[in-house]
């Protein structure tokens, strides 16, 4: 044995006669024990299990046949093979009839199912029907709707015009108002500077006849003066103002009713036979009461200037008469305040 | 470096048959079952190719025994299932004719001659042990102990289904020296009688430098004795193989080399 | 076979003569002897079985220590029976799982023989085991 380095260069190398020995025992080792029973096994195996199979399968064969036999032997007993046809034509026969009953019965059915099915579409028709109406009510109603709608529309766009107007025509009488008022406020100023300038005629008529009348006293002073130098006897009932002095006195003697506004004229109430004294309108406004000097008051209606009633017996000629609320009173130079007698207009 | 792969697969290719009876005893029908005929591998275990026959036998046994573990036996003898299937064969030589006859048992497990096997993941566990028992004569333990789980698993799953490509790309790595003297020591186990074997530490190189063959190995552990002969993988290795060259290539998958004293 | 018995013998007696130097203190001996190979042949095998190798027992991961930890126990017995030993020893419920571990690599098979392990990896004189409840090492 020389020493050297790697396995596979020695054994190339040295003589390897032990390995060719090994070698060739192993294959003829494996020829001898292997290769020769490995495909015998191997078929064997198949063998087998094919073997097993069928077994299974004959096995299964076997108790099919038994249970087959078997329900075969439950028939009659002793008539043999005849039997057991018998018993099953017997047996066919009963499905037979059973089948032909269930055929009968299906037919009822469909019979019965046809007649609800035509029930169904008729109903179903009829409520088609009433859809379709529903649905042509319903298209009307809208087409009414809008027409309402449309009119709607239009009164709205009138009433709008009329409310413009209204207001148009408001304004317009705001203004017209307003000139009235100022129109008034004007009138009312000049009726008052008219009224300021009246009076101050009419003060300048009372200062002139005051002026006239003192005047007049002053002669009549004089006079008297002049008359009570002379001196002469004077009575007094007999003497009315007027003659005394022999000065034109003026005592009204008629009423004349004078609208004061406008210094109209509107008539004379005659009537009286001596001087009037006073006169006074009732609460009405529609008499007159008039208290004159011959024993009387008067009484006349101003609408139309007419007398009516005059009532007597003052002792004394009436210097006043009043006329409270519906109630006359005159009074005379005697103090009498008498109650005249209700005068009924 | 196992380089040699025809030997290597002459090797992985061997397969013997064997014919599986049911103890005639635990059978429990009318017509027992047909013998159940396998080819098994050498370097296989029992464990992994008897499913098959215990499927087959089972439905012929009590029902209440049909838990029990399957145990086999030939010639009134239980088969260590841990053995190498081909190892058994070897010790059994002269007693066999093939296909191997082997009884199915199934009841009356013989507790103190066999060891319990629930499941392959015993077998798993026992290979694995022997993979780093070997590895730790070799390399002192360093390459099983690089590897990783994956590896390791590799290795089996090429034992149990057959794989020589899958076993041998991690096996080659076990079978790697770093040096030129080769292993530290060679693995092996030397057969005298089937329930006793010798193991010892052998250095594939003497002092000298030079390669020790297997006769200088059957020397030392049976200094004793002249014209040892040994058997392997059922032939007999010459005399003159080296050492370092056997135990890359006649190892078994767990790295050992199991070698049978032949009795005259 | 009865020529082997002898060699071993021979072999093993020698192996005693190196264990008796090395010992330090005196280990105790187990009684228990492997009945297998007395029912053979019972001179031999008596002389085979007096061979006695020590072995240091270490506890490992969750294991429990074992007051007595240096054991002789005889060459030929399977490691399988000291598993059982220890399990007792300690007090295990036999359904409890042991694991033997040599060299804190692998775990070696039950029928493997205490003097196998003991030539292979030995050291100092005796055999160094460790047990532990799970697995250690894989």
């Keep these: 044995m020389t020493s050297n380095e790697a396995g596979i260069s020695l054994v190339a190398r040295e003589d390897i006669s032990w390995r060719k020995d090994l070698i060739s025992q192993l294959r003829e080792r494996n020829r001898s024990q292997t290769n020769c029973f490995a495909d015998l096994i191997s078929l064997h195996n198949r063998l087998f299990e094919s073997a097993n199979t069928l077994r299974n399968t004959n096995m299964q064969l076997t108790i099919a046949n038994e249970t087959l036999r078997r329900e075969a032997a439950n028939g009659n007993i002793g008539i043999g093979g005849n039997s057991d046809l018998e018993a099953r034509l017997l047996k066919q026969a009963e499905e037979l009839a059973m089948l032909h009953k269930r055929k009968g019965e299906h037919t009822q059915q469909i019979v019965d199912l046809n007649n609800k099915l035509q029930e169904i579409t008729k109903e179903l028709q009829a409520k088609e029907i009433s859809l379709a109406e529903s649905l042509e009510a319903n298209a009307n109603l809208r087409l009414e709707i809008t027409k309402c709608l449309g009119r709607e529309k239009e009164t709205e766009s009138i009433n709008q015009m009329l409310k413009d107007e209204h207001q148009a025509l408001q304004l317009a009488f705001a203004s017209l108002e307003e000139k009235l008022r100022k129109t008034q406020e004007e009138n009312r100023q000049l009726i008052e500077r008219l009224i300021k300038y009246k009076a101050r005629d009419a003060e300048k008529m009372n200062e002139e006849n005051d002026n006239f009348l003192r005047k007049r006293q002053a002669k009549m002073q004089k006079e008297l003066e002049d008359a009570a130098r002379d001196t002469r006897p004077v009575s007094p009932d007999r003497l009315s103002l007027k003659e005394v002095a022999g000065l034109p006195t003026a005592v009204p003697t008629k009423v004349s009713v004078t609208f004061v506004h406008t210094s109209e004229s509107k008539g004379i109430l005659v009537g009286s036979n001596a001087g009037v004294m006073s006169v006074d309108f009732d609460s009405t406004g529609t008499l007159i009461l008039g208290a004159s000097n011959d024993y009387a008051s008067r009484v006349w209606t101003v609408s139309d200037l007419r007398l009516k009633g005059n009532i007597v017996g003052s002792r004394h000629s009436t210097l006043v008469a009043l006329s409270v609320q519906r109630h006359y009173f005159h009074a005379d130079p005697s103090n009498y305040l008498a109650k005249l007698p209700h005068l009924h207009p | ?264 | 076979m009865a020529a082997k018995e002898e060699i071993s013998n021979v072999t093993t007696e020698t192996k005693n003569k190196e264990l008796d130097s090395t010992t330090e203190d005196p280990p105790t001996s187990l009684e228990t002897i492997s009945e297998g190979n007395a029912v053979r042949n019972g001179v031999q095998a008596a002389q085979k079985d007096k061979t006695k190798i020590d072995i240091l027992l270490k506890a490992t991961a969750n294991a429990p220590i074992m007051k007595q930890k240096k054991w002789s126990v005889y060459q030929d017995n399977p490691i399988g029976r000291i598993s059982e030993f220890i399990k007792k020893y300690l007090k295990l419920d036999p359904n409890e799982r042991l694991f033997l571990y040599v060299n804190q690599t692998f775990a070696p098979a039950p029928d493997q023989t205490v003097k196998n392990l003991y030539d292979c990896y030995g050291a100092d004189g005796k055999l160094v085991i460790h047990y532990c409840k799970s697995q250690a090492w894989g």
């Design chain 2, 1 to 264: 470096m196992a380089n040699d792969r025809e030997v290597l697969r002459e090797i992985w290719d061997g397969k013997i048959p064997v014919c599986f009876t049911l103890n005639s005893e635990e059978i429990c029908d009318l017509q027992g079952p047909d013998p159940f005929y396998l080819m098994v591998p050498r370097l296989s275990y029992f464990p992994l190719c008897t499913e098959k026959v215990r499927k087959h036998f089972i439905r012929h046994i009590q029902s209440d025994k049909q838990e029990h573990e399957m145990w086999l036996e030939f010639n009134g003898i239980p088969l260590k299932w841990h053995y190498p299937i081909g190892v058994l064969l070897d010790i059994y030589f002269n007693d066999i004719q093939l296909p191997w006859n082997i009884v199915v048992h199934f009841d009356k497990f013989p507790e103190n001659v066999l060891m319990h096997c629930q499941n392959k993941e015993v077998v798993e566990a026992h290979f694995l042990s022997c993979i780093k028992e070997a590895d730790v004569l070799k390399h002192r333990g360093q390459i099983v102990s690089s590897m990783q789980k994956k590896d390791h698993t590799q290795l089996w799953n090429g034992i149990m289904n057959d794989k020589f490509d899958q076993f041998w790309s991690v096996n080659g790595r076990l079978m790697e020296t770093s040096t030129e003297e080769g292993f530290k020591y060679i693995p092996f186990r030397c057969y005298t009688n089937e329930d006793k074997y010798i193991q010892k530490l052998v250095k594939p190189m003497n002092e000298e430098g030079q390669r020790k063959t297997l006769k200088h190995l059957l020397n030392e552990v049976f200094p004793d004795q002249e014209n040892v002969t040994v058997r392997t993988h059922g032939i007999v290795p010459p005399l003159e193989t080296p050492l370092q060259w056997m135990s890359e290539h006649l190892s078994y998958p767990d790295n050992f080399l199991h070698l049978i004293v032949i009795t005259s």
